[in-house]
């Protein structure tokens, strides 16, 4: 079933367009994991259909891909469309287009409100973007197509990935869970489990590619193959992944804690390109309160899990989604909150302000907090865990670790001479090149010993004898795509011991001594 309306539209005419030989594309991502998957989708589409990145010009066609859950998801929407009004008004043939999540809950009321938007898509057909834009120039009206279920798997869509050396693969989209506080089940669908050859398949051309690290992605990661029937099927998924040659790390998120079995905390340890890493959202440490979030687990067995999981891996980082200000949450309550965030030992935390979502059963339930109440205690747990934070990072302090070197660097890197990267547990490391030791590329990997630590990120600030550079194949396909994008040719695979030639690339900063 589906919805399709068209609108009036001020676009240009499409005689306009006869002179131009490629139209320029913008893709602005709010919301979870799974957005910035989509927003790949969006952008390999568009590219795929004849478009170009704008690169940080002003670009042709702007893409808002959404989210419905976050607060004040709307309102940002909103203020980005209103600040494009008169840039769209001056630029006659600008397009601009609204998907995901809020395009799926709002429909019309975005072209009401914004009725200078061109295409309205929502989160099953994804693909059907290039042909509502062509056809909103064509009819010079706008666009809304929103289907009731999934047309096209996103992972059978073309990509562009936001990154040569990782990369997500959806295994399922949808969630059958009916938590109070959360509308991702009216706006996703039902959970649809992917075939496991399919999506190994994927990660296999994804590695191919130069990918060296992938994240497996799912409303509730750890139920797939409930679709199918087979309960065991996530944890043989991870055993799978272990067996592809050149993969060297896999992560999921994000799991929940009702639906994580023992087989799943089995196949992480013994699987050595499984990272030692979990995000396990708690949403709240009262028992009460997980009760009517509709949440089918209960503190102890959520901390139960943690103790099986540091057992089997004891240098597991774990990290959380926590919700404050629940309706009906007492000082009480929060307190048990307090008491399990102190006890299970974080190494992040992902706060949120509990508010209203249009649409959710929590919506509507009575002893809504004010909001005063709800920022003092958000206050207080975010004190709690940054405290946490800085002493399990302090912990850090002497450990070798191996770093994934990425592409994008700290705020103060540059006035450090630092680069950035994650260690296996996903914990950001800022480190320094040694004077006279060979700068690592993006997708290469560096063992360094911690040297310090702060609440969000780990500093490591080597000697020459205590620099490690591995050169990866994700280095040398960072390397491709920098001559790529340069238009020169390609500089080929280095080895292990060759130098690599970095075409395009920024320079990186060197420690001086």
């Known amino acids: 079933m589906s919805s399709t309306v068209a609108y009036p539209s001020p676009s240009a005419q499409p005689s306009e367009y006869a002179s131009a030989p490629q139209r320029s594309y ?26 170009v990145t704008a690169g940080g010009e002003e670009a042709d066609v702007v893409v808002f891909n959404t989210c419905a859950v976050r607060e004040n998801a709307d309102n940002k929407l909103y203020g980005n469309l209103g600040q494009l009004a008169s840039v769209k008004q001056s630029r006659p043939g600008m397009q601009i287009a609204v ?35 062509e056809r909103a120039r064509h009819n010079e009206e706008a666009q809304l197509e929103i289907l009731e279920s999934l047309d096209v798997f996103p992972s059978t869509l073309p990509t562009k990935r936001d990154a040569v ?28 489990d992917r075939r496991p050859g399919d999506i190994l398949a994927e990660i296999e051309v994804l590695v191919a590619d130069g990918a060296i690290e992938v994240t497996l992605l799912g409303q509730n990661v750890n139920s797939y193959g409930v679709e199918f029937g087979d309960r065991g099927a996530f944890a043989k998924l991870l055993r799978s992944c272990g067996s592809i040659d050149g993969l060297e790390r896999v992560r999921f998120t994000s799991p929940h804690p009702a639906a994580f079995t023992d087989d799943v905390i089995d196949a992480m ?28 687990y209960r503190s102890e067995k959520f901390l139960g899990i943690l103790d099986r999981v540091r057992s089997r891996m004891p240098h597991a980082s774990i990290s959380t989604d926590i919700i404050v200000g629940f309706p009906g ?24 302000q509990y508010s209203k979502r249009p649409g ?22 975010t004190a709690l865990q940054d405290r946490i934070c800085r002493e399990e990072n302090a912990a850090q302090v002497g450990r070798q670790v191996e770093v994934l070197v990425t592409a994008h660097q700290g705020r103060k890197d540059h006035e450090t001479h630092r680069l950035s990267g994650r260690a296996r547990d996903q914990r950001l490391v800022h480190f320094s090149v040694p004077e006279g030791a060979d700068t690592p590329r993006p997708g290469d990997l560096v063992t360094v010993t911690i040297t310090g630590a702060a609440a969000f990120h780990l500093v490591a600030d080597p000697s020459a004898s205590d620099y490690h550079l591995r050169r990866s194949r994700a280095g040398d396909a ?36």
């Open 26 to 51: 913008e893709v602005r991502t709010f919301g979870c994991q799974m957005n910035v998957h989509d927003s790949e989708r969006i952008s390999g589409l568009l590219e795929a259909a004849g478009y």
């Open 99 to 133: 998907g995901g999540c809020l395009a799926q809950k709002d429909r019309e009321t975005i072209l009401r409100k914004a009725p200078w938007v061109d295409a309205v898509f929502g989160t099953h057909n994804i693909g059907a973007l290039p042909a509502l834009l």
């Open 165 to 192: 050396y990782s990369g997500w693969v959806s295994i399922s989209v949808g969630c059958n869970n009916t938590c109070t506080f959360c509308i991702v089940p009216a706006l996703r669908g039902k959970e649809k």
């Open 269 to 296: 340890a013994e699987t050595p390109n499984v990272a030692p890493q979990l995000h396990m959202p708690l949403q709240s440490g009262s028992d009460r309160i997980l009760k009517a979030m509709r949440r089918s």
């Open 329 to 352: 949450e007492t000082e009480e309550d929060f307190q048990e909150t307090l008491r399990v965030v102190e006890q299970a030992r974080f190494a992040t935390a992902f706060t949120f």
């Open 360 to 381: 959710t059963p929590a919506a509507d339930l009575p002893d809504q907090l004010p909001k005063a109440v709800v920022q003092e205690r958000y206050e207080r747990l």
């Open 478 to 513: 960072w390397d491709r795509s920098q001559a790529e994008s340069c238009g020169v040719p390609a500089p080929g695979a280095t080895g292990a011991a060759g130098k690599g030639v970095a075409l395009g690339m920024p320079s990186l900063p060197v420690r001086r001594s």
